[in-house]
Structures are given as structure tokens and as C-alpha cells.
């Protein structure tokens, strides 16, 4: 076994549990806030909320309290384009709600009732679709300086909106009537600028509201635009910085990207959540793969800032630290989440640590003021590539601790043997593919008669949007993550629909009579404790195919939601006890069902708390807010059959 496989062992027991050592620490005066002002709660992503008033003890009597339909459904049809699911965040202010549509509307509710307070239009769909579907908006940012309050919004269309949190108007001191056109400060606006648009927040940071994007990087022509990273002044709009994440001359590290790819290459974008310290000034940027995603001819070398955390100043725009978690990347393992922050104490020493979680399935712990990582990231050497033209890093890095949350590459030892005959097919459905390490690159299809490279965590595995959750009181790390093994082959496109000479085959193909090809767990939690990088405990996620006639006689318990039936939704929220999330009903009690589960655990050893059946599929992360003494548990659900709504659940009143 090579050094990256042993560092790959994890808990593969479906329901191993270790015992949670909690250290005590002084809560923060923070956590007794009853706000929820962020995406993921605050500006840390712990998607944290310090209430116990809904327990283990109760949770199975929540109830949907009110429900508000999105105001998309209000547009006329022919103005709609396809967004599919909704998965919106809610924030909590001062006593009011603000949630956002999929079309990038803005509306404040009432935390009680649901009743509509205002409305906010910023008409994107006037703009046309972009070149590709569904787009979504996940949510909106809140930003004040004491005085003055606004909500920023990136649209669909293309526009940074600063709104008045009172009034529900564009703020006329921002920009044009409150509206900023990013279309400009990009710097290479010669590419094809219907493939960016904008579904993630921005995150405002002091003075400075800052923009990622989402690019459409399927295109079969090298045309995306690169990702960079723009800041806006938060009262005026004016244009501040540009932090470019594909270096272009004189820069550092333009050189990684040899024969001056740094002029053609895209993506390297800032797609997701961003996180940030207030009180260092600090915003951690987690960014994507570089064009395309697969074959990396055309863009030789390290590849910097791709698949990396950045650490700007967020006045300035100035990196302060980088660490990037895959070299040249051919995987589609870009950082699909907001890292988490947190103080933690490692052999007595206090380190205000960042902790990014990936699709790779290794967590990354570092001080997040100067970039040192807490435990040793070891250079480990990686397979070649055999692919024309390709030239993969010959090492990749691999942390010492934390251990993997997820499976990490493939061996036979990992096949399916629940029955001798079952190991059998299993054996001779995986000698069509390559196994080997996680960081085996892809193969061009059919090379010694191999369908692909079977890579694990797949593209869809791993920690995936929206990534971690943090207990700031126990420093305990929440990772809710999927294997989604995925057959990754390189063929050429067919003549004269492409200018790149390869382009990614898929081979999802399942394993023995229909069941994964896998051992399981195929979906789960683990705990971590970031004070020592020890799992707490793991936990699977869902019963997956424990009644599979094959093996349904084995009484084998969950077994976790198969990942061919599941993508990463939700995350978790956490609470003063519980972990909370759901699972699609259709997976958990029989096909034709199309509700959702919501399900807790008990934070301190994952036991099950409770769960109670929803109507609705739900989408969006989970969030909490205290309104009048009284807890409530918000949601995003819907979205492919003009059925977006936001879901809130609470205890019923006593004497009801």
C-alpha cells in the first residue's frame, strides 16, 4: 500500500461510533445572538445556531407553521427561463426575514407569520437566459456600518444591487440608481461573456462588497472567461480591486501557467460561498478548476490560484496567503464551499484556524492569519498521465491530519462483497476501469482496453456545495460528504464541434445486479474535533440499498443514500444538541414518494433523534432564527414544477 492509501484509511463501518471528548470553552458572545445575518449564519459559514428550544425530546412534533411561495411564480411565463431546484438561504434581521428568489427577487417577510413586507424586483430575466440551464440564485448578503443597512445582490443578469433593508428600494448612492454593471472590470472581455452569470452571494467586508461568478465551463469550445474576483465600494459601487486567479503578467506565478496559457484559460472562478474575518480584514476565497476541466494540455503547469484557498486583504484586494489543494487539476476538484473559521487550541496553543473541507475528501487546517497549517500537508507522489499532450503534477498534497472524511482512490479491497457472488460480478465489472490512487488521472477511452479511470470521491462526491458545518462551543467540525464514484474518460470530440482535441465520457455505470460497486457507507457525517484532528464520530446518512433483494436478507442497517441517487444538498445545521438535515423520501421509504425527511442527531455521538415528513422536496441549506421566544427552522424547497416555496417549521403552541 503507497503512502496516499494509507493515508486514506477511514471508518467504513456503517455505524461506528467513538465517543465525543468536548473540550469547554467561554461561548463567544456571538453565539447568544439570536440573528442569522449571513448565508451560512455568520461570516465564519458555521451554520450555527445556539438554541435548544427545539431538542431530541420534541423534534418529531415540528410542524410547518407557514409557508411563502416564491414570487418568481408571479413573473409572467414567457419572461421565466429554467432555474430548477430552489435553494435559496434566509437571513434573519432584527426581527425580519429575507429570502430571495431564483430569479434574484428580493422579499422581507414576517418571521411568524410569512406575511410579505416588501418586494424587490431586479428584472434579470430581461436580460435572456445565459448560455446554459438551470441557474439559480442562492442568496442574498447583509452589510451595515452602524447606520446605514443594504442587502447585495449578483444577479442572473449580470448586476451587483445594493437595496435599502427598510425600504426595499436600490440604494441611489450606489452605483447607477443602485445598480453596478459587472459586466466590466473583468479584463478580458474578448471572451464569450454569456457563460458568466452569478448565483452565489457576494460578501460584503468592511468597506468592500466582494463578487465571485459562476461559469458555464461544459462548453465545448475554449472561450470561458477566467474567474477573477472584483470589489466594490459598499456605499458608492465604485470599482476597487480585481484580484485575478489566473496570474496575468508580471504578476507571481503567472509562470505556472506555462506557454502563456494565463491568456486563454477560464474558469478559476470563485462559484460558491466566500467566507471572512472582520476583525482581520480578511475575505478566504475557495476557487474552481481551470478550463477544461479534464485535460489540461493546453494550460501546463501548477496552475495558480486553481483549486486553492486565497487569503486577501479585503480593503486592498492584496494576497495575503494562498494554499492550493490540487496542482493542475483534471479531477473537476474545485473547492465547491465556504471554508469554516474557528479558534481552536492544538497542544495548548490558541490558533484562529480556517478549515476548508473539498470534493477530494480531505480537510485543510491552517491559522487562517498567516496560511501555516496547523498539522504537516505532505507533497505525496501521484500516477502520470498517459493522455497526448497532458503532463499531470507528479505530486499532490495530502494532509497528515484530519484523516479523510470519504473514501479516498480505490483498490479490489473496496469492492462490494456482501455475497461470494456479488465479489464475483463486482470483480469483473471493475476490470473495465483503472483503480488506483484518488489523484489517478483520467485515461483516453478504450487504452489497454480500459473503459475509464474510476475516480473516487467522484466530481459530485466529496464535500460538495454547501459544505461544512462548525460548533464554535466545541470546535467540532460537521462534514456531511458523498463517495460518487465516477468513471472519468478522455475521447476526442466529434469534428469540427470543438477546438480542444479531448473532451470528458462519463461512465456511471452501476456494480453487481444494480447495487453500488462499492463498499458503503455511500453517504454520511463525520465529526471532527479540530483541537486534536481526531473523528469524533462517522455516521451513515440514509438507508441506501439495504433492501435490495441481493442483500436485503443480511440485515445490514443503512448502508447511506447510494450516490447515484443523491447529490449534495442542505448541508447541516447545528444547534446546541442536534445536527440537523433531511433525505429525499423517495430514497428512504419507496420510489414513487416526492417529499423530503427531516432528520436530527444528537451533536455529541450521532445517535438518531428524530425525523419528521414533509411535503416538499427540500433543496436549500437549513438555517435557524429565535423570533419572540420562540424557535423556528427555515427552508428552501420545490423549484421544477413552479412549486418554489420557503418552508418553516416550529413546535406547535402550548395547548394546542
Known amino acids: ?362 480537510t485543510y487546517v491552517f491559522d487562517r492569519a498567516t496560511g501555516e497549517p496547523v498539522w504537516p500537508i505532505e507533497e505525496v507522489p501521484v500516477p502520470p498521465s498517459t493522455v497526448p499532450g497532458e503532463r499531470a503534477h507528479p505530486t499532490q498534497p495530502i494532509p497528515t491530519r484530519p484523516a479523510p472524511f470519504e473514501q479516498i482512490g480505490v483498490t479490489e479491497d473496496d469492492l462490494i462483497d456482501f455475497t461470494p457472488e456479488l465479489r464475483e460480478e463486482a470483480l469483473e465489472i471493475a476490470g473495465n476501469f483503472v483503480l488506483g490512487d484518488i489523484f489517478t488521472p483520467p485515461i483516453l477511452q478504450g487504452t489497454d482496453g480500459k473503459s475509464s479511470t474510476y475516480v473516487v470521491p467522484g466530481a459530485g462526491g466529496g464535500a460538495n456545495f454547501p459544505g461544512a458545518s462548525m460548533d464554535p462551543e466545541t470546535q467540532i467540525l460537521y462534514v456531511p460528504s458523498v463517495t460518487r464514484p465516477t468513471g472519468m474518460a478522455l475521447v476526442a470530440p466529434p469534428e469540427g464541434t470543438s477546438d480542444w482535441p479531448y473532451v470528458i465520457r462519463y461512465d456511471r455505470s452501476g456494480g453487481p445486479q444494480g447495487l453500488p460497486l462499492l463498499k458503503p457507507p455511500y453517504r454520511r457525517i463525520t465529526a471532527i474535533d479540530l483541537n486534536t484532528g481526531d473523528h469524533v464520530w462517522q455516521i451513515p446518512l440514509g438507508k441506501g440499498p439495504t433492501d435490495h433483494p441481493a442483500i436485503a436478507h443480511l440485515n445490514l442497517g443503512d448502508l447511506g443514500t447510494a450516490f447515484n441517487d443523491v447529490v449534495a444538498e442542505g448541508g447541516l445545521l447545528i444547534t446546541r444538541s442536534l445536527v440537523i438535515s433531511y433525505l429525499a423520501s423517495k430514497d428512504e421509504i419507496a420510489p414513487e414518494e416526492t417529499g423530503s425527511i427531516l432528520v436530527a442527531f444528537d451533536k455529541t455521538t450521532g445517535e438518531k433523534r428524530g425525523q419528521v415528513l414533509v411535503d416538499q422536496r427540500l433543496h436549500g441549506p437549513i438555517m435557524s432564527y429565535q423570533h419572540e421566544n420562540k424557535q423556528y427552522i427555515a427552508v428552501a424547497g420545490g423549484g421544477r414544477d413552479n412549486d418554489d416555496e420557503l418552508l418553516v417549521f416550529a413546535l406547535p403552541d402550548s395547548g394546542d
Open 1 to 362: 500500500m503507497n503512502k496516499t492509501s494509507s493515508l486514506a484509511l477511514i471508518i467504513l463501518g456503517s455505524s461506528l461510533l467513538i465517543s465525543c471528548n468536548e473540550i469547554p470553552t467561554e461561548p463567544v458572545a456571538e453565539l447568544t445572538n439570536a440573528q442569522w445575518h449571513h448565508h451560512g449564519g455568520d461570516h465564519f459559514s458555521s451554520k450555527y445556531a445556539p438554541f435548544e428550544q427545539i431538542n431530541g425530546s420534541n423534534f418529531e412534533q415540528l410542524e410547518v407553521v407557514w409557508r411563502w411561495q416564491s414570487a418568481d411564480l408571479r413573473i409572467p411565463e414567457d419572461l421565466l427561463y429554467p432555474t430548477g431546484d430552489y435553494r435559496a438561504t434566509p437571513l434573519y434581521i432584527d426581527g425580519i426575514m429575507y429570502t430571495n428568489t431564483n430569479h434574484g427577487q428580493v422579499a422581507a417577510l414576517d418571521p411568524a407569520s410569512g406575511e410579505e413586507l416588501w418586494l424587490f424586483d431586479p428584472e434579470s430575466y430581461l436580460f435572456g437566459p445565459p448560455n446554459f440551464s438551470p441557474v439559480q440564485t442562492r442568496g442574498i448578503e447583509y452589510w451595515t456600518d452602524g447606520e446605514a443597512e443594504r442587502i447585495f445582490l449578483a444577479t442572473l443578469g449580470k448586476q451587483l444591487v445594493s437595496i435599502d433593508i427598510t425600504t426595499g428600494e436600490p440604494d441611489p448612492e450606489f452605483g447607477e440608481n443602485g445598480y453596478v454593471d459587472l459586466k466590466q472590470d473583468l479584463g478580458r472581455l474578448e471572451f464569450e461573456m454569456n457563460n458568466i452569470t452569478h448565483g452565489a452571494p457576494p460578501i460584503a467586508v468592511g468597506n468592500s462588497v466582494i463578487v465571485g461568478s459562476k461559469i458555464f465551463d461544459y462548453s465545448m469550445n475554449n472561450r470561458s472567461p477566467p474567474g477573477h474576483v472584483r470589489a466594490y465600494d459598499t456605499r458608492t459601487g465604485e470599482f476597487k480591486w480585481r484580484f485575478n486567479t489566473i496570474p496575468q503578467p508580471g504578476e507571481e506565478f503567472n509562470d505556472t501557467w506555462e506557454n502563456d496559457s494565463w491568456a486563454i484559460a477560464g474558469n478559476t472562478n470563485v462559484w460558491t460561498y466566500m467566507s471572512a474575518d472582520d476583525e482581520l480584514g480578511m475575505v478566504y476565497l475557495p476557487t474552481s478548476t481551470p478550463t477544461n476541466d479534464y485535460w489540461g494540455g493546453y494550460r501546463l503547469g501548477e496552475n495558480l490560484y486553481a483549486e486553492s484557498i486565497v487569503a486577501l486583504n479585503a480593503e486592498t484586494g492584496e494576497r495575503v496567503w494562498h494554499f492550493q489543494t490540487v496542482h493542475h487539476g483534471l479531477w473537476d476538484y474545485d473547492i465547491a464551499s465556504a471554508p469554516n473559521l474557528v479558534d481552536i487550541v492544538v497542544d495548548g496553543e490558541p490558533i484562529k484556524a480556517i478549515a476548508q473541507v473539498s470534493k477530494t475528501g480531505f
